[in-house]
């Protein structure tokens, strides 16, 4: 899995979401901006993403994942 798929399918799980991923061999950072996030708790925000990718995963093609999520501002 790449950095670009792991941000394409965030992107289309959560309408309006803009998701920022860097990394390789498994072990990638993402910061999330998505308006879904309102009113969620950081640790459920977080479970949000890691549910998107739980077969990759328990698989390991995704090792570690670290989150920084956030709700757009001004909106």
């Known amino acids: 899995m790449t950095a670009k798929e ?18 390789e061999d498994a072990h990638f950072s993402a910061v999330v901006t998505a308006p879904a996030f309102a009113g969620r708790s950081r640790v459920e925000q977080h479970k949000m993403i890691y549910d998107l990718f739980r077969d990759e995963m328990a698989r390991e093609a995704i ?13």
């Open 6 to 23: 792991i941000a394409r399918r965030i992107e289309a799980a959560l309408p309006g979401a803009r998701a920022e991923v860097s990394g």
């Open 63 to 75: 090792h570690a994942l670290a989150l920084r999520t956030s709700v757009p501002s001004g909106g």
